[in-house]
């Protein structure tokens, strides 16, 4: 059987920044140990190789979302822990208590389902007001909790990324609650929780966005590198006359002539239409070229008028600084890394 040709679209993925990132968050974490969110798939990049490059780094704590994630982690791990956020359903069991990752038991279900099954050492969710996953802490019994081995006691804040009371109200609310609990660590902060400060970080820190160049607080400005930068070959070199237009809609007009490239990237590969007329890819000198028109699903037309070098074959970065492209997209951050699409040869170096 043939191998595919490369791509004609690829993400360069910067391990050094990575793992800067890593660093700086724990160096912020107050003497907790920081652990890394790799779900869905390390945010988009691959988590196999975010986890060796964090483990190489450090890190030895690691969370997913299902069972199918914790199991094509597993070999990868080492000597690092792995929980798994979504609990335990009844069809996870076989694959749970054979793994050897820490389920975060969320409702009293799971709690009988793990019990019963002698699963071992497990997280607990408390729900401290968010109302997505976990315990709700009214109804949380003094022998719910009977004979599980919790390492790992955690919540999770819904508004860190603002100045917003109830930040430190889950804060009163967990502390409260985590005291009466007997597990081993206690786990609050996300990475905009992190930079809330010391009453935040208690154990063990959970960052995600921010390891992979994401900006979710201001003071983080100027610390976090950026990860991911996508590259894009040119299909096709073309002239546009004063008055005809590129693109679907006819929403960008030449008003002289135009010389354009079309290049090999579009909103099937998370590239979406909020860049129309916005975004740019960027020379090798690092000027802008921008994007002309709107962005189609495998393409994008950026103007190369008076860069007569650039051919048929050659390759331009996308711009893709994340907070600058959230503002740009309309698009969260975290939207922007987890949609970026299969079709990316993905390059570490």
Not at 29 to 44: F, Q, R
Request: hydrophobic residues 40%.
């Amino acid at each position: 059987m043939m191998s595919p040709p490369p791509a004609p679209l690829a993400l360069t993925l910067d391990s050094a920044a990575l793992r800067h990132n890593w660093q700086w968050l724990a160096g912020q974490s107050y003497g907790a140990a920081c652990g890394a969110a790799v779900k869905a798939d390390g945010y988009g990049l691959g988590a196999v190789e975010v986890v060796q490059h964090l483990r190489a780094a450090g890190c030895r704590d690691f969370f997913v979302a299902t069972w199918a994630e914790a199991l094509a982690l597993h070999p990868h791990l080492g000597d690092a822990g792995l929980s798994v956020l979504h609990g335990v359903r009844a069809e996870d069991m076989t694959i749970a208590t054979s793994l050897g990752a820490r389920p975060v038991l969320n409702t009293p279900d799971q709690i009988a389902r793990w019990r019963e099954a002698g699963g071992g050492p497990c997280d607990i969710m408390i729900d401290t007001g968010m109302h997505r996953l976990g315990l709700d802490p009214r109804t949380l019994s003094s022998d719910l909790l009977d004979g599980l081995e919790i390492d790992t006691v955690m919540s999770h804040l819904a508004c860190a990324d603002e100045e917003h009371p109830l930040n430190n109200l889950q804060r009163t609310i967990f502390a409260d609650i985590a005291s009466k609990v007997d597990a081993k660590r206690v786990s609050l902060a996300n990475s905009a929780g992190i930079l809330l400060g010391r009453d935040f970080a208690f154990d063990l820190t959970r960052p995600g966005l921010a390891l992979y160049g994401g900006i979710p607080r201001a003071e983080a400005e100027g610390n976090i590198r950026q990860v991911v930068r996508p590259r894009a070959q040119i299909l096709q070199r073309r002239t546009v006359r004063s008055g005809e237009f590129v693109g679907y809609g006819a929403t960008y007009v030449a008003d002289r002539e135009r010389e354009v490239a079309v290049l090999n990237i579009g909103y099937a590969d998370g590239y979406f239409r909020g860049f129309s007329g916005k975004g740019h890819a960027q020379a090798d000198d690092g000027s802008i070229l921008p994007i002309m028109g709107r962005v189609s699903m495998d393409l994008i037309a950026i103007d190369v008028t008076g860069r007569p070098s650039l051919a048929e074959g050659d390759w331009l970065e996308i711009a893709f600084e994340l907070s600058q492209c959230a503002s740009l997209s309309g698009l969260s951050q975290y939207e922007l890394l987890t949609s970026l699409g299969s079709r990316f040869d993905r390059h570490w170096i």
